[in-house]
């Protein structure tokens, strides 16, 4: 099937073809040019058809300029791209069930295609064409339903050529309006998700080329170098090794090349975005047993080290023996999921498996259920060791259990003079799990088939278990102990209370059989780290390199760039003043018709550094104390709510929290 659009027009012309040979194809354009005349330029792609001797005489020979396509890049002929997919469609609702008919409709269907409208140029073909509307099958409808109505009699004949002239000057006004309106329109929806790429002379770049294998297939290949920028989007790429030297590309068809350091290149690996970088997961780390109390004086580090018992803090993850965590099943479905290769020389990886058997993490397994290993590579650069649970979680009942909220412990914390932050040693280790969960855990590795007997990383329900377990520990210490998840803090306004608050706890975490990982312990301290903030001295402080990585963000090009930096500063939003008034014009960036390559206005780039330097300034609140009394400050505008809500005399209000909306 030859297709031939007229891009002025949009009037299209349809040939059903048994070969595509050049002759064939030569005979068609000369029937088309015969009822609409010779074009001055001629677009195709490059195949052999049109790239043939015979094509090139009758183009030579009728005065026509051929252009081609660029290889790999459809945009380049868009408007036919689009037609046949209109095309295809439309043979869809009447070819007959085998399909070999659709050249018989074809005629019909392209008649009645041209009456309709384009919506780029708000003309049909038909009359962008020959001026007029013409009587086709849509119009034999019309007439058939309004029952047929005369002509209105005879014009003369240089009327109707003035006529025709004024209508086509007039159409074709129009038609450039409609079309500039729709560029714009399509320009809009392409740029939602289009990122402008430059590349620098001599850099590196995959280049999309045919594979070995066949040439209707593509496949990214190099690196090869840029030798020269030709234009905005068109690069000289220097590609040694294939038929050609040195290709002209369009920038669609480059790929930045990021060269991968060795001891990182795995597999199969999983994407993983993170806000902190965790431990590593399946190794305990070498720490040291003695606590850090060199900002106590010798008295009061003796008092401390009295209360630390060897059996609390260890290098190894205890046993709790208050809970268990149970894997339930929504269904009878069998977990079972093919592994993934891991490259010989990452085998090495996979031996943190027999450190694991022999701290009891995990035993031999029989289980029918299986999930695969991954390897993760960290920001060290070393590769950390996990199991992909997703399909567990996908068919496991989810558990409820609440998580605190951050607000309600800081606010807890309110005037203590000294804190003491806790963390467990590998606190999802410490808790056991059910005889029926284990099996649901299991996970293939070159050596066999182990499942976990303690609570494993990566289970959805494993943060509300582990939460049950701390809310019953510190159930008699809810005075002046809190938890999220293994992250304890215990809080006092004097010394004496501070030593019996942090024996007790103490008491409790031994008991349940918990051990603490004092490398990762603040005692004693009047100010400390604490969820992402600094507290102490009756003062709430955001942490510094949370401020400077907020500082250092670069302005966002995208949307997905932009939302990062407001959930960043949206953390620290309690600390800023008319908080939501100031981030309007950057929210409003973010919206569903908002194109995803951002456009920055003068106002947008004020607001963006006016956060940051807003955060810059140290901003400082002061604890809240239930016992004073609240002052409330309101104001509103066009853009928003704000409130200010203090405490203190009049001489000295204190702000303790910025509210907006």
């Known amino acids: ?65 051929s252009l081609r396509t660029t290889p790999y890049h459809p945009q380049t002929d868009g408007l036919t791209e689009r037609f046949n997919q209109t095309l295809k469609q439309m043979l869809r609702k009447f070819v007959n069930n085998a399909g070999s008919d659709w050249d018989q409709w074809l005629t019909y269907l392209i008649f009645a295609y041209r009456e309709v409208p384009q919506a780029s140029t708000g003309f049909s073909p038909f009359e962008l064409m020959y001026g007029r509307e ?9 007439d058939l339903w309004e029952g047929g109505q005369g002509s209105n009699g005879p014009v003369n004949i240089v009327t109707y050529v003035v006529q025709m002239r004024e209508r086509l000057e007039k159409m074709s006004e129009l ?40 040439k209707l297939l593509a496949k990214w290949q190099g690196p090869f170098k840029i030798q020269e920028k030709l234009g905005p989007t068109t690069y000289k790429i ?3 090794g294939q038929q050609r030297s040195s290709r002209v590309l369009h920038v669609n068809l480059l790929k930045e090349w990021v060269p991968r350091p060795e001891r990182t290149e795995v597999l199969l690996i999983r994407n993983v975005q993170e806000e902190e970088e965790m431990d590593e ?75 694991m058997l022999s701290l009891g993490i995990i035993e031999p397994s029989k289980s029918e259920r299986c999930h695969p290993v991954v390897l993760v590579p960290k920001k060290d650069g070393t590769i950390r060791f996990c199991i992909d649970f997703r399909y567990l979680n996908a068919i496991s009942q989810f558990d409820s259990c609440p998580t605190p909220r951050t607000d309600d412990l800081i606010e807890r914390l309110g005037k203590a003079k000294y804190l003491t932050t806790i963390d467990l040693c590998k606190g999802y280790w410490q808790v056991p799990l059910t005889q029926r969960s284990r099996e649901l855990t299991a996970f293939r590795t070159p050596w066999g088939l182990f499942q976990f007997t303690v609570l494993p990383f990566g289970l959805h329900g494993a943060p509300a278990t582990f939460q049950r377990l701390m809310d019953q520990v510190l159930g008699e210490c809810i005075e002046f102990a809190s938890a999220y998840l293994d992250d304890i803090v215990i809080y006092s306004t004097t010394w004496e209370e501070h030593l019996d608050h942090l024996q007790r706890v103490l008491h409790r975490l031994q008991g349940a059989g918990l051990t603490i990982n004092p490398a990762k312990c603040a005692v004693a301290r009047t100010e400390t780290k604490y969820l992402g903030f600094v507290i102490g001295n009756g003062v709430v402080k955001p942490q510094v390199n949370k401020i400077l990585a907020i500082e250092s963000c670069p302005l966002p090009q995208t949307q997905k760039q932009l939302w990062s930096f407001l959930g960043m500063a949206g953390f620290y939003h309690r600390f800023i003043p008319h908080f939501s008034s100031r981030v309007a014009v950057l929210t409003n960036m973010t919206g569903s018709r908002c194109p995803n390559q951002l456009q920055w206005t003068k106002e947008a780039v004020a607001a963006f550094y006016d956060i940051q330097q807003s955060l810059g300034k140290e901003p400082v609140l002061h604890s809240l104390d239930f016992k004073e009394p609240f002052i409330l400050q309101t104001d509103a505008s066009e853009r928003g709510l704000v409130a200010v809500l203090l405490q203190g005399s009049e001489d000295e209000r204190r702000p303790v929290a910025y509210i907006s909306r």
């Open 281 to 355: 997961q399946y190794l305990p780390p070498v720490i040291s047993r003695d606590l850090d109390l060199h900002h106590l004086s010798e008295e009061r580090q003796s008092q401390v080290k009295m209360l630390c018992n060897s059996e609390v803090f260890q290098e190894s993850p205890g046993r709790t023996n208050i809970v268990e965590h149970d894997i339930v099943l929504k269904d009878g479905a069998v977990v079972r999921r093919m592994s993934y290769r891991i490259p010989e020389r990452l085998l090495v990886s996979l031996k943190k498996v027999d450190l």
């Open 238 to 240: 220097a590609t040694p």
């Open 134 to 142: 013409v009587r086709g099958p849509l119009s034999l409808l019309r």
């Open 175 to 214: 038609a450039q309006a409609h079309m500039a309106e729709a560029q714009r329109y399509q320009k809009r929806w392409y740029d939602r998700s289009a990122r402008q790429r430059t590349f620098d002379q001599g850099q590196k770049v995959l280049v999309l080329l045919p594979s070995e294998e066949s």
């Open 1 to 65: 099937m030859l297709v031939i659009i007229d891009y002025a027009t949009k009037y299209p012309e349809v040939f059903p073809l048994k070969s595509i040979k050049a002759k064939a194809v030569a005979f068609c354009l000369v029937q088309f040019f015969s009822r609409v005349g010779f074009p001055t330029e001629i677009l195709t792609d490059q195949g052999t058809n049109f790239m043939s001797t015979l094509l090139k005489q009758v183009y030579q020979l009728l005065g026509i300029r």
